[in-house]
């Protein structure tokens, strides 16, 4: 799944969603994040969090290994404005409580 164009996403809300990394892509022109989030009834909602350019993160101190498939970790972000369970990522937070933006600051 590819989205690149950021007027797809709501801009004017941030929503967050903590779940279990199933992939981390590490490619150009976006890095992705898959996850799996279980939803109030135990149901595993698929999501996937689109991130910036390889050389922007590089810059944010973001890495290749940064985040692992079974990592606990909560996406912040602009949510896809057709509902689909997409995000433009914002920051996430790690199971130890590190918070990594994913914007260079």
């Given at each position: 799944m590819r989205t690149t164009r950021r007027t797809e996403y709501d801009a004017t809300k941030v929503v967050?969603?903590?779940g279990t990394v199933t992939q981390f892509e590490w490619?150009?022109?976006?890095?992705?994040?898959?996850?799996?989030?279980?939803?109030?009834?135990?149901?595993?909602e698929k999501w996937t969090a689109e991130l910036g350019s390889l050389g922007m993160l590089s810059r944010a101190n973001w890495k290749r290994d940064t985040v692992k498939p079974g990592d606990q970790i909560t996406?912040?972000?602009?949510?896809a404005k057709d509902g689909r369970t997409v995000m433009r990522l914002e920051k996430v937070t790690f199971a130890s409580g590190q918070e990594l933006s994913a914007r260079v600051l």
């Open positions: 967050s969603v903590k490619t150009n022109p976006h890095a992705y994040i898959h996850l799996d989030v279980k939803e109030d009834k135990g149901e595993v996406a912040f972000g602009s949510r």
